[in-house]
């Protein structure tokens, strides 16, 4: 049986159990950039590696439970990771980002998709890909872009019906990006773009 992948409230207990050094959002973002510039990286490994404490900064340097990594998180994290992996690849783009639901407040939802973009960047430079000169011009505009909302913050309590709107294009504009990015890596390794019949928006030049 294939377990499903942790949903938004699941992962964020699960990582807060570990030392709470990243959200569950930031999370989704270092593994769908590592996913995208690791083509050989595992679940496995990834989820390994997470729990752990081998990527430098995660759990603050400490290792929760004397070392030990409990056999169902990290199966959990795999089971992301695989996720993660199956929706960057759909041909029907139906990649999602790992937010809050719509019932939580604005402020929760943009807070969480700022740190989406933090999460993916580092994944980006975890992977070795710390500036974008050899992409394309819409990937380093995007690039320079994520830096921005990833310091996004939201006035709590506004919850307008354009600051929904603002954040809907906000997002969107961040999941496509996301896939743009990835079909540019898969174009540099020479493998297939998955995204072929992506909008004109996101089709690499």
């Given at each position: 049986m294939?377990m499903p992948?942790?949903?938004?409230?699941?992962?964020?207990?699960?990582?807060?159990?570990?030392?709470?050094?990243?959200?569950?959002?930031?999370?989704?973002?270092?593994?769908?950039?590592m996913?995208?510039?690791?083509?050989?990286?595992?679940?496995?490994?990834?989820?390994?590696?997470?729990?752990?404490?081998?990527?430098?900064?995660v759990?603050?340097?400490?290792?929760?439970?004397?070392?030990?990594v409990?056999?169902?998180?990290?199966e959990?994290?795999?089971?992301?990771?695989d996720?993660a992996?199956?929706?960057l690849?759909?041909?029907?783009?139906?990649?999602?980002l790992?937010?809050?639901?719509?019932?939580s407040?604005?402020?929760a939802?943009?807070?969480a998709?700022a740190?989406?973009?933090?999460?993916?960047?580092?994944g980006?430079?975890?992977?070795?890909?710390?500036?974008?000169?050899?992409?394309?011009?819409?990937v380093?505009?995007?690039?320079?872009?994520?830096?921005?909302?990833?310091?996004?913050?939201?006035?709590?309590?506004?919850?307008?019906?354009?600051?929904e709107s603002?954040?809907?294009?906000?997002?969107?504009?961040?999941?496509?990006?996301?896939?743009?990015?990835?079909d540019?890596l898969?174009?540099?390794?020479g493998?297939?773009?998955?995204?072929?019949?992506?909008?004109d928006?996101?089709?690499?030049?």
């Amino acid at each position: 049986m294939i377990m499903p992948a942790p949903a938004y409230d699941d992962l964020a207990s699960l990582l807060s159990s570990y030392g709470d050094a990243f959200g569950a959002s930031e999370c989704h973002g270092i593994v769908c950039a590592m996913a995208s510039c690791q083509l050989e990286l595992d679940g496995e490994t990834w989820a390994r590696r997470m729990l752990s404490g081998e990527m430098e900064v995660v759990l603050d340097g400490t290792d929760a439970g004397g070392g030990g990594v409990d056999a169902a998180d990290k199966e959990a994290l795999k089971a992301l990771f695989d996720d993660a992996v199956k929706q960057l690849a759909d041909p029907d783009l139906g990649f999602k980002l790992l937010l809050p639901d719509d019932e939580s407040s604005l402020d929760a939802r943009t807070e969480a998709l700022a740190g989406w973009c933090e999460g993916y960047l580092y994944g980006l430079a975890l992977g070795g890909i710390k500036e974008f000169t050899m992409f394309s011009e819409p990937v380093q505009e995007f690039a320079q872009d994520l830096t921005e909302i990833a310091q996004l913050s939201h006035e709590d309590g506004d919850d307008s019906e354009a600051g929904e709107s603002a954040f809907f294009d906000i997002s969107e504009y961040v999941r496509m990006g996301a896939l743009m990015i990835r079909d540019e890596l898969l174009h540099m390794d020479g493998r297939p773009n998955s995204t072929a019949g992506a909008p004109d928006d996101v089709v690499l030049h």
